[in-house]
């Protein structure tokens, strides 16, 4: 099997004993209350998601990824992982410290040991990760509403946050096991934050005739406004692999995390996150993980030119149609119609329909899926 980035598939899960262990000491430490979105960062280190990563990064590390999208260790990694404090948060915490991690009703969640504390400029930052600085990029009005600091040190963790999807919450350690039992020894993973249209299912099914097994991993967490809800994502696949999908060769799993819309870079980071997950290849389309303009609609497909020592190979796909007079879909390397011939996947238009209360033409949308998403009085987020 493919092995994890790094070399290691990291576990940062405490052990029984030490865990009870600082639950009886809970009082004795400086705590720090996260947001719901760093809390999923937790939880991918501790599970060896964002492996080789054993914590939130330290300045060392920050800066050469800003600089070169390296670790200092050399190992490939496209944005920093960090924690953000306040002043007022660091009054009684300094480096070597062990701290607490607690969620928003103040449950201990990680066991952090203080490494690195240090400043940081936000416009630096933003600039050098999503090579904008307009705040309509959500990602950059993230960074910049960031608090005054960065923290950097391994995390241990104490109690896992809750699952929105328990049942198909599978960490990577039980997804290569799984892909072991299946006797899958290449994998292709698709990323997405979108219910599946046509083109959606043509690509994965194109992914999947070159490999063994098909990884849909939905990305559950904070997206923008105008996005879908995740209980309509996880619903319609649920309905699109039970009616159109062979049986042994699927396997969907979540991935708890925020979308950072970094597009090309977002795309290694997709990559490597699916390589943790025992993936030996990855689906990577138009303007993956882009927003606005911000991004050439292939330039997640140039960045892996740079990284031929990512380990896991892109499968790269162009934008899809159903082309009329061919009466299939097909893509603009392999159709000669004009765009007329063409009804595009256009993710706009499906919206629009559905907003309407409409279904999409079913040339575009499967009916099954569409009528999940009618369900819903509002299917997307506000």
Avoid at 19 to 45: A, C, D, H, S, Y
Avoid at 93 to 120: C, H
Avoid at 233 to 258: D, G, H, Q
Avoid at 308 to 315: A, K, M, Q, R, T
Wanted: contains cysteine.
């Amino acid at each position: 099997m493919i092995p994890p980035h790094g070399g290691t598939l990291i576990n940062k899960v405490l052990p029984n004993f030490e865990r009870e262990r600082i639950l009886g000491q809970v009082n004795e430490f400086e705590t720090i209350k996260v947001r719901p979105e760093t809390l999923k960062v937790i939880k991918n280190i501790a599970f060896g998601v964002f492996s080789p990563l054993e914590g939130f990064m330290n300045e060392n590390d920050y800066n050469y990824v800003l600089e070169s999208m390296y670790l200092e260790s050399d190992i490939p990694w496209p944005f920093p992982i960090t924690l953000d404090v306040s002043e007022n948060e660091l009054k009684n915490i300094k480096s070597d410290d062990q701290i607490i991690l607690t969620n928003g009703e103040n449950k201990p969640i990680a066991l952090m040991r203080v490494e690195d504390i240090y400043d940081f400029d936000k416009k630096d930052y933003a600039s050098k990760t999503y090579g904008t600085l307009e705040r309509d990029h959500p990602g950059v009005n993230s960074v910049l509403n960031y608090k005054e600091k960065l923290m950097g040190g391994q995390i241990f963790l104490i109690n896992e946050p809750k699952a929105t999807f328990p049942e198909i919450d599978l960490k990577p350690i039980e997804t290569r096991v799984l892909f072991k039992e299946m006797r899958w020894e290449r994998v292709v993973a698709f990323q997405t934050r979108n219910p599946p249209h046509l083109g959606h299912e043509y690509i994965q099914k194109a992914g999947l005739t070159y490999v063994d097994g098909l990884f849909i991993n939905p990305v559950i967490g904070k997206k923008k406004q105008g996005d879908f809800l995740d209980s309509v994502i996880i619903e319609a696949y649920k309905v699109l692999i039970k009616e159109y999908y062979p049986k042994n060769r699927v396997v969907m799993s979540t991935f708890e995390t925020e979308m950072r819309y970094a597009g090309p870079k977002e795309a290694i980071f997709h990559a490597i996150a699916r390589k943790n997950f025992g993936c030996t290849h990855i689906i990577i389309g138009r303007d993956h993980a882009g927003v606005g303009n911000y991004y050439g609609p292939y330039d997640a497909h140039f960045i892996f030119d740079k990284f031929p020592d990512l380990g896991i190979e892109p499968i790269k796909f162009r934008s899809f149609s159903k082309c009329k007079k061919c009466d299939a879909v097909v893509n603009d390397k392999i159709c000669p119609h004009p765009p007329e011939m063409q009804n595009f996947f256009a993710g706009r238009e499906i919206r629009n329909a559905l907003k309407a209360g409409n279904p999409p033409d079913p040339e575009v949308m499967r009916k099954e899926v569409a009528e999940v998403i009618l369900k819903y009085k509002n299917p997307f987020v506000t």
